[in-house]
């Protein structure tokens, strides 16, 4: 079987369903092409050693890449992002129609839709079916991030959705959550198939040496390791964190990465003097599971959002991966993993009085308590989150509708 993975995101830019799917689909006998953008995200900025032209074709591992032009931007201008989604759209529109040949079956990556509208064009030049995996829900994000207020966009964005969804052979989605919302908007639910998301497994488990530290005050480390948006509700996990010290609890709050709300949560952490705070500079994907093998404990935190409550962070696998005791202050189907493996605790996101609590109790436990969590969080991911997993799943899927 020949499947196209049309993803506007893709290696050397930090993707879940990149390269690792590329060459897992191909390691089970298929042959496997990626029509993708050419590098820019999440900085905006075209990658050194890329150029953006009409079209290249590369080979990364021994998989076939077609890269098509895109208007590069990832800031928080709604303009420059739409321009960024729609150029990508076209582009591969109309070269995947002349440059892709004796294709089986399409897996289209969404985020962002506009992916997913290539795809419907594409599966009907060539006459082959087509699969949308949603890692997030439109019309939802886009309210939920502030990225679009304005109701027209979101009615026509709902309207796009609908007609992908009614295209699409079948539908992928990342959490029991998302499969009943789809559902309660009238999408066929014996077309939506629940595949939990996996993490870089090699890259956490191989890991590099990495000059950035952890730490070392004799205190345990709680890492919240991702991505530092808006959406984390750094503010909150902050609070508890000036709670924790007013208690002289025995940890450090160790975030690690970047994001639009760092510099915020900085001057927030300088304004109440504290001292159990640590920023750390964001690192390889190579270098993070270096991070995550040291640290005592990991951090899992979103905002309170009737979205956020159906999503599942992508953290959550790689913490669980990991083999550490969590802390999950995200409701909903994410905290039903946690609480199903026995790897941590759970706490209300937002609430910075039960999130300074959560974390005493795990701080509380012996060491070989917090072992013996993160043991069932390790074989829990292996069991039933796993690369392999999800990728026998996939091409289950593929052969179904092919």
Not at 155 to 173: D, E, T
Not at 326 to 348: F, H, K, N, P, R
Request: proline share 5%.
């Amino acid at each position: 079987m020949k499947i196209l993975l049309l993803t506007q995101w893709f290696e050397p830019e930090p993707t879940f369903k990149g390269l690792l799917f590329a060459k897992a689909l191909r390691d089970k006998g298929h042959i496997v092409e990626v029509l993708t953008g050419f590098p820019n995200y999440p900085g905006g900025k075209v990658y050194d050693g890329y150029k953006i032209t009409l079209y290249q074709k590369e080979v990364i591992d021994g998989i076939v890449i077609h890269r098509v032009p895109l208007y590069p931007s990832h800031d928080s201008s709604a303009l420059k992002r739409i321009a960024n989604y729609l150029s990508f759209a076209v582009s591969s529109t109309i070269l995947g129609i002349m440059k892709t040949r004796n294709i089986d079956v399409i897996y289209s990556y969404h985020p962002p839709l506009t992916t997913s509208l290539s795809a419907s064009v594409l599966s009907l030049f060539k006459r082959i079916p087509f699969v949308v995996d949603i890692q997030d829900l439109w019309p939802d994000t886009l309210t939920a991030t502030g990225m679009v207020n304005n109701q027209r966009i979101l009615g026509l964005v709902s309207k796009v959705c609908s007609f992908v969804y009614k295209r699409a052979s079948k539908i992928v989605v990342l959490s029991p959550g998302f499969k009943e919302k789809l559902i309660s908007r009238g999408v066929p639910e014996d077309k939506i198939e629940v595949i939990y998301n996996w993490c870089n497994e090699s890259a956490l488990n191989h890991s590099e040496e990495c000059k950035v530290k952890l730490p070392e005050n004799d205190k345990l480390n709680l890492l919240f390791a991702g991505n530092l948006g808006l959406a984390q509700g750094l503010p909150a996990i902050i609070e508890a964190a000036e709670k924790l010290q007013k208690e002289d609890c025995q940890v450090n709050i160790v975030f690690l990465g970047d994001g639009v709300a760092k510099d915020a949560a900085i001057s927030l952490v300088k304004e109440k003097a504290l001292e159990n705070v640590f920023f750390l500079p964001r690192v390889p994907m190579a270098q993070v599971g270096t991070l995550l093998s040291v640290s005592d404990m990991l951090l899992v935190h979103l905002n309170d959002n009737e979205l956020f409550r159906i999503t599942i962070p992508s953290r959550t696998q790689a913490n669980l991966a990991m083999g550490k005791p969590i802390v999950m202050g995200v409701s909903g189907d994410a905290a039903e993993l946690v609480q199903e493996s026995g790897a941590g605790v759970i706490c209300t996101p937002n609430d910075p009085s039960e999130l300074a609590e959560a974390i005493s109790g795990l701080v509380s436990l012996s060491n070989e308590e917090r072992l013996l969590m993160g043991k069932k969080a390790k074989e829990f991911y292996y069991k039933n989150l796993s690369l392999e997993n999800g990728v026998q799943k996939f091409i289950k899927i593929f052969e179904e509708v092919k």
